[in-house]
């Protein structure tokens, strides 16, 4: 067996470690007599994982018991539409930052359920950029400000959040426990699980307990984040091995030191790969320069030939993934916290070698 | 190693030679170099994993091109709220078969949407049973009769079904694929995976494409049917690994004959344990005659305290899963499509020994 450097948006490269426990246990989970993807959601060893599972999430975010902690299915794009069915009255008014392909996502399923307005919208300014604090044009009395973090497509990613007086809302999918922040200043963070967190099928749910009480009598009991907090995320039945490797991660990510320590894994990690992308104007970034993302590198080739190019022969010598979104074209290396430093110095020199060979 | 025999109720036992392939390709599928947990679902080897899923299904079920075969997340309980808000217009009445604690449960989803009638209900009676086609009382042009084929909790299954003038929509978690039906029949079926199809995290939905036009504005897209069909179930990142588990059960079940084949293994094992518990009178079924479900054989003991010994002496003795759900008591051995025949005969066995140390 080889394993390559997995550069993929998500689902995304998992640590090693992580699958290997898996998979030992994966027709007898600590001596039960069966694997976790068939023990009962009530059973004791799935509810020790979930147990753990919060846990962890609520060590590494470093939020208080203000703040619910809820493990559901559907991904980001359900909440898309959780967040307005439960958060926007008739009558209120919802503020978006539009900062690419996601936030516009997300405007889009919200557009159906109340008022929304665009508190700015930098979707089709090239280079790729995030909205600034200053630029925002805010509703006053807003119902709240969402935003995304990151913007996995463009490769865009704030770096100084906004404070507004409206419940501030924030899609952190791709950016989720990658950099230390201050969890408690927001009302909602959520995150489809697939990029930092684990596969894909789990999304994290953090909301302030307070906002829970406003929701539309027409609302049913499984779209209500209250009903979600009150039975402990077993409203339904959880996806339990999706949450079992949830829990893992957060596992090695603390053994690891947490956020701090893989902020700075991952601050090396993009200062590295930008370095190579800057020393030579063979490569070109994709986002400005203070919006770059730590988490999704992109950048263009000279042409779209040599770019085809450069994703096939990576791929051939165990470079996976590097094919920019369908939608802009170009390279994009997804490099989330399971992305060790070993695949950014073989992308790097992979970057050296395709450029004297192709230059 | 040791495996026990599962008699829970789901997540479920399943076949151990799914669980054995996942294992052996959890840290490299398919000679990709990577997991399938970490494969993007855009990638080759998923597309045709969820190919093979889905045209599996498709012959299994036998449903021909009117119909759409999704996979979504959420669960039943997301369907028991997607169902009305795609189909039960303002105005419109929806009648629903009440037989126990699921059908309650899409019950109550449905009446925060719109108006919901009971065209039957049997929930209280005992021996459990399921409403008779004949005894329901249906709405002159309701828009659809909701249904729940098999009640986990109760041990009882619909063996007749109904024809009503209205779509019919049927839940059959606990059911599906365990026994030929016409599923062309029907309007809409949804099922959660974690008892016959595969782990926690999926939902099979077929729906007919002509019942996919009727909804309301207000419903956000990610909670319409026509988005996902429209998207082939990639409107958002797909459960990957649930489906993968699904796609490998599907290729088991083929293996084994198909739906006809498990249909008499199920029958063989509901047979043998209703002939233990009828052959004494110190074990009592809780369903009624007509309507014991093959998939959950519920009983009693002569008193609560024998059935908690029952169930402590039998997971001692390798057979998990025993106890009936918490708010009716008893015994529950669930013995969905991947449960052996041979842990029937251990239960069958377990129960005249205990009979004989304990009557």
């Not at 508190?119 to 280079?127: E, K, L, T, Y």
């Not at 409203?235 to 339990?240: L, S």
């Not at 989330?336 to 970057?351: G, H, I, K, R, T």
Request: net charge negative; glycine share 8%.
């Amino acid at each position: 067996m080889s394993r390559v450097y997995n550069f993929s948006a998500g689902p995304a490269t998992l640590p090693e470690e992580v699958l290997a426990e898996a998979r030992d246990q994966l027709l007898d989970y600590s001596a039960s007599g069966m694997s976790i993807l068939e023990s009962s959601h009530r059973g004791a060893e799935f509810k020790a994982i979930h147990a753990e599972a919060i846990s962890n999430l609520r060590d590494l975010l470093g939020v208080g018991e203000d703040h619910e902690i809820l493990l559901l299915q559907g991904g980001a794009t359900l909440q898309f539409a959780m967040v307005p069915l439960n958060l926007l009255a008739p009558g209120a008014v919802a503020d978006y930052a539009l900062s690419g392909a996601w936030a516009a996502k997300a405007f889009k399923e919200a557009s159906s359920v109340g008022t929304v307005r665009a508190a700015a919208d930098c979707s089709a300014d090239r280079p790729a950029r995030m909205p600034q604090s200053a630029e925002l044009d805010l509703t006053p009395g807003a119902a709240y400000l969402h935003i995304t973090t990151n913007e996995t497509i463009s490769g865009a990613q704030w770096h100084e959040l906004p404070t507004p007086e409206a419940p501030l809302i924030a899609d952190m999918s791709s950016d989720i426990l990658s950099h230390p922040i201050d969890a408690n200043a927001f009302d909602l963070i959520f995150a489809g699980a697939q990029k930092n967190l684990g596969p894909s099928g789990v999304t994290l749910v953090v909301i302030r307990r307070a906002l829970m009480d406003r929701v539309p009598d027409s609302v049913p009991p499984m779209l209500r984040y209250r009903t979600h907090a009150e039975a402990g995320s077993m409203y339904n039945t959880p996806p339990c091995f999706g949450i079992y490797l949830l829990m893992l991660v957060t596992r090695w990510l603390k053994g690891l030191g947490g956020v701090d320590a893989i902020a700075e894994r991952n601050r090396a990690k993009a200062t590295k790969l930008y370095s190579a992308i800057d020393t030579t104007d063979y490569f070109t970034g994709s986002a400005a320069i203070d919006c770059r993302s730590e988490m999704n590198v992109t950048f263009r080739l000279p042409s779209e030939e040599l770019e085809a190019k450069f994703v096939a022969e990576a791929a051939a010598a165990g470079m996976k993934g590097l094919k920019g979104h369908r939608s802009v074209g170009g390279i994009r290396a997804s490099i989330y916290n399971a992305c060790p430093p070993e695949a950014v110095d073989a992308l790097v020199s992979f970057m050296a070698d395709f450029e004297r060979r192709n230059g």
